[in-house]
């Protein structure tokens, strides 16, 4: 099913570390002020998410006042969403009576954040954030309290000491009395496993494993002192038409709130531009694609049917893929093919004594 539309835009998490919290949806939603709250989309998506099962947290401009939320007067509007809520599973998150709006002409609480039961216990630290939004509206900060995929450590093998893995390897096998001459399988297998348990052994030790972050340190390439010093700029005059309250302030802190985002616009766009126009070679692309395919948490999304509804699982947006760009293609199952053991012959063992040899092994092993 599908939620998004004009005033409701869902998404679907998926944690599948945490087994008390497997799935949750979470939703931005806009009240409209001509309508009464809430929107029937959210009504529908609550009643989805009820119905499956799933926990959901809500994000909302009700543009509604209550006492219930820190308001010192409700209005009409507050008062039906308030009987809404209370007929639903969601938990009013809000705390405290700092403003989530303001402008010249008020300083409300209409930012609503909504959980229902098992959500709730995974959120902490709401708080209406002091940071610059570009919006009459502020930040709101939460954190939600899940398992976190954990980094398996791993090897790369591009950052192999070359040195160290030849010259341990040469060492150990001059030092190896292996027979002069090899009778049976029984012999081949274990000379073979001796060989390849050496190699790994010299592998290990001259590319140990370590663990990748997963968290990228790198900031903004965009950002600079311009923008650093516009939203000092544009924080300092909010606080000061604040104080004042004239009509001058507020006007100076509109014009430098409208420059700031202008220049956070152009510097973000430009900056992306100049990253794509800059990919000429095809290593350079190839270099984009092995970082995108090296997160394994990235998952194919939603993609709209010919029926105009959405898929809900990664395997039925393959399905549409599929049937989309090979229209005529028939999906089988995998055939499974049965193990048959075979004994070789006498002419297959003389071309394999042929095709390997101790110096022909000796030199696949040092080659750079």
């Known amino acids: 099913m599908s939620f998004c539309s004009r005033d ?3 998404i679907r998490l998926h944690g599948a570390q945490d087994t008390s919290l497997q799935k949750m949806i979470v939703a931005s939603v ?8 809430p929107p029937h989309d959210m009504t529908r998506l609550v009643n989805y998410c009820e119905e499956a099962g799933l926990e959901l947290v809500v994000a909302t401009d009700s543009n509604a006042h209550h006492p219930l939320w820190g308001m010192e007067t409700g209005n009409e509007r507050g008062k039906k ?6 007929t639903t599973n969601l938990n009013l998150l809000n705390t405290g009576s700092k403003p989530t709006f303001i402008n010249r002409r008020s300083r409300t609480i209409i930012d609503l954040t909504l959980a229902s039961e098992e959500a709730s216990k995974h959120i902490s630290g709401w708080h209406v954030s002091e940071e610059m939004s570009c919006s009459d509206h ?17 090897r790369d093998p591009r950052r192999t000491n070359l040195d160290l893995y030849t010259l341990r390897l040469n060492t150990i096998l001059e030092q190896q009395e292996g027979p002069q001459r090899i009778e049976g399988i029984a012999e081949i297998e274990e000379q073979v496993s001796t060989l390849t348990d050496t190699i790994l052994d010299c592998y290990h030790q001259a590319c140990p494993l370590t663990t990748p972050s997963t ?14 010093r516009l939203r000092g700029k544009m924080r300092r005059q909010l606080n000061r038409a604040m104080n004042t309250g004239t009509d001058e302030d507020w006007d100076s802190y509109k014009s430098t709130k409208a ?5 956070l616009r152009y510097r973000s766009t430009n900056s992306w531009r100049k990253f794509c126009t800059d990919i000429e070679t095809t290593m350079q692309a190839n270099r984009v694609r092995k970082v995108l395919s090296n997160n394994s948490t990235i998952t194919l999304g939603s993609l ?9 699982t990664p395997e039925e947006a393959e399905r549409v893929l599929v049937q989309t760009h090979f229209p005529d293609c028939v999906i089988s199952h995998p055939v499974s093919w049965e193990e048959e053991e075979t004994t070789p012959s006498e ?7 042929e095709v390997i040899s101790p110096q022909r092994t000796q030199w696949a092993i040092n080659r750079p």
């Open 215 to 228: 968290r990228s340190g790198r900031k903004n390439n965009w950002w600079g002192p311009e923008l650093e």
């Open 8 to 10: 409701v835009c869902a």
């Open 30 to 37: 806009y009240m409209p002020e001509a309508d009464d709250p």
């Open 304 to 312: 709209r049917k010919p029926d105009n509804s959405l898929t809900n």
């Open 259 to 263: 420059k700031y985002k202008k220049r």
């Open 81 to 86: 969403l308030v009987e809404y809520l209370f």
């Open 347 to 353: 002419d297959e063992w003389q071309q394999t004594h």
């Open 138 to 154: 502020r930040w709101i900060r939460f954190d939600i309290q899940v398992k976190t995929l954990t980094a398996v450590p791993r």
